[in-house]
């Protein structure tokens, strides 16, 4: 889990849920953020008021670390719960927990979400609650159970939709009398015409410019899905049926097709709804999300299946290492994961069709697979590794360490091993001293913070040397940053791209956003540009001047009515900046970061 996960630092929606705790307890400026101004989706979490008063008790690195730490705990110690209930005798639980821990855990659409996130955010304590109200739920413990997901709900309403919904369906499946629930569609129709928040939104539409700004998001219209998402959704439902077909009518298997049901018809809806009828409520519900139970079940039931396709007879062996192909395709994100998803079922209609097959042919195809997977690891870690020497010539061992050891086919071996040795008393204590040198490798390399990163973490109680310079309310352009500005400065972010996630759920956001977004569109262009023709190039200094925009785009920034106030730049103009700032270097090349008032672009152009 730690190899897999790499610390870092704040990051993705991370970055906004700190955000919120800053504002809730020591920083107010922040309300005059664009995130913020129109209201946000903070009011539907109790994350802020949780972790705003443990920032400043234990600061934010020990908060955060501590954080996933506990998470990753609770939900590791769920998952592992749930296989020991599926095979209570062996080792399979085992080995479905290592593959909850190293299998990609990307659902959805655009590769952004991921279940066990490296990152602090809402979703970190709702999905230990979320699959341990499963727990519970096989266990027989309803109140338990619904108590769990009321807590989850607290955290991240969206997370548990789809497992409150999972859950009614596997009650529906034993007892029918709870169909009575169905009333609550016709209540939340009859609430959307009576125009009762959050029910108004059902009948609502976006209006053009802002469904503009909504729609272009990668993961919240299915249409926006690349054939990669849809694969790996595919793959996930194909693999949570497999495993009904060969088990028991049991309650773990009711369990399996309630989350099919739930994850079907959200995805279903989904479509309908948003992509078709551009329905408020259902676009801001994010239905899509069903999609993280449903991946994590078949990523954490993937070796059970794998076993079971093994010892079957005939042509079952293939079709479980054609199941191997296209479980390793989807952990890659590659665009051959329809091919081997088609391979694995045409694999399977022949085991099924032919029963009686010569072990040659078996053992000749399975090997033809099996080099393919072999072929396709290391071509990805080679690629992994050649794109780490240009952008990281000076990485230390546990930088490379960390980029193949948890990968699927190096770290399933070495479990095997160290479960082997373990078995026999004479060579438990070596499986011992491996799992010790592992873990310490895997604490040595688990760090992977830049210099900002690690600036920001362990900020501080004294204002930042920019933040001096500069009133309170003053709005701040920091190019490609977002969690400095909030982090360090205390101040507002006059633009920056992650900003734009607080436009679902609020218009006014979009009317304020959006004018914002065209002021820096040529800046946002022009790096693009750049870092495209960098990598491909691979230049790492050039890569690291993209940060940096043309002093005219940037002059024509600070001539706009709407302009911020200050400027804070990773490299200088032609005039004196009013301060500079270097983090402190620990991996990264020492960097520069000069602080510039708007004042002084437009002061400096209409000079005679």
């Known amino acids: 889990m730690l190899l897999s996960h790499p610390y870092e630092g704040l990051r993705h929606d991370g970055v906004l849920y700190f955000g919120q705790a800053q504002l809730h307890s020591s920083v107010p400026a922040l309300g005059h953020d664009v995130f913020f101004v129109a209201g946000s989706q903070d009011r539907y979490s109790i994350y802020a008021q949780l972790l705003g008063p443990l920032y400043g008790h234990l600061g934010r690195i020990a908060t955060h670390v501590g954080a996933l730490m506990l998470t990753w705990a609770l939900l590791a110690g769920a998952v592992f719960s749930l296989l020991k209930r599926l095979e209570p005798v062996g080792q399979l639980s085992l080995w479905g ?17 991921s279940y066990g996130a490296p990152f602090v955010t809402a979703r970190s304590f709702a999905e230990p609650l979320l699959v341990w109200s499963l727990v519970a739920l096989l266990a027989q413990r309803r109140l338990v159970a619904i108590a769990l997901q009321v807590l989850a709900a607290l955290f991240h309403p969206l997370m548990a939709l789809p497992i409150i919904a999972t859950t009614w369906c596997y ?3 034993s007892d029918r009398r709870w169909l009575w629930l169905l009333v609550a569609l016709p209540a939340a129709l009859l609430a959307a015409v009576f125009a009762i928040p959050p029910w108004d939104g059902l009948l609502k539409t976006f209006d053009p410019y802002w469904w503009s700004m909504v729609s272009s998001n990668p993961y919240l219209l299915m249409r926006n899905w690349t054939a990669v998402d849809l694969s790996t959704l595919v793959l996930d439902l194909a693999v949570l049926i497999a495993v009904t077909r060969l088990r028991p009518p049991d309650a773990w298997t009711r369990l399996i097709y309630a989350v099919i049901a739930t994850t079907a018809a959200f995805i279903g809806l989904a479509a309908l709804g948003v992509d078709l009828l551009h329905s ?57 994961g329809l091919i081997a998803l088609t391979l694995w079922g045409v694999s399977s209609l022949a085991a099924w069709r032919l029963p009686r097959v010569t072990r040659p042919t078996v053992w000749l195809a399975c090997a033809c697979i099996l080099l393919a997977m072999v072929g396709l690891s290391a071509h990805q870690l080679h690629g992994l590794l050649h794109e780490q020497a240009w952008q990281a010539p000076d990485a230390s ?11 699927p086919l190096i770290a399933a071996p070495c479990f095997a091993a160290i479960l082997v040795l373990g078995r026999r008393r004479r060579s438990a204590w070596l499986a011992l001293v491996l799992s010790a040198l592992l873990l310490m490798a895997s604490l040595m390399c688990w760090d992977q913070r830049s210099d ?10 004294s204002p930042h040397p920019f933040a001096s310079r500069m009133p309170t309310e003053a709005t701040v352009f920091w190019p490609n940053e977002l969690a400095p500005v909030w982090g360090l400065l205390d101040r507002p972010s006059h633009y920056s791209q992650q900003q734009g996630a607080g436009v679902l759920f609020n218009r006014d ?28 190039a691979r230049d790492r200094k050039a890569l690291a ?9 940037l002059t024509a920034l600070c001539d706009q009515h709407d302009a911020p106030d200050f400027l804070v730049l990773r490299g200088q103009l032609p005039l004196p900046p009013l301060a500079t700032w270097q983090p402190p270097a620990k991996r990264d090349l020492p960097q520069t970061y000069a602080l510039y008032a708007c004042s002084q672009l437009t002061a400096r152009e209409h000079q005679p």
């Open 171 to 173: 009650l529906v499946e």
């Open 97 to 113: 927990l290592l593959a909850f821990a190293v299998m990609s855990p990307i659902y959805g659409g655009g590769w952004v979400f």
């Open 397 to 407: 061992w546990s930088d490379r360490f960390i980029k193949f050891a948890a990968f």
């Open 509 to 536: 956001t979009a009317l304020i956003f959006g004018p914002r977004r065209d002021i820096y569109r040529s800046i946002t262009e022009d790096q693009a540009r750049c870092s495209t023709g960098a990598r491909l």
């Open 452 to 461: 900002l990163a690690r600036t920001i973490d362990s900020a501080a109680r």
């Open 545 to 553: 001047s993209c940060d940096m925009p043309a002093p005219k785009r």
């Open 280 to 336: 408020v409520l259902l676009t801001q519900l994010q239905l899509w999300r069903a999609h993280w139970i449903a991946h994590l079940l078949a990523v954490a039931l993937s070796p059970w299946l794998l076993s079971a396709l093994w010892k079957r007879d005939g042509l079952w062996k293939v079709s479980a290492c054609a199941l191997g192909l296209a479980l390793l395709n989807s952990h890659i994100g590659t665009d051959h």
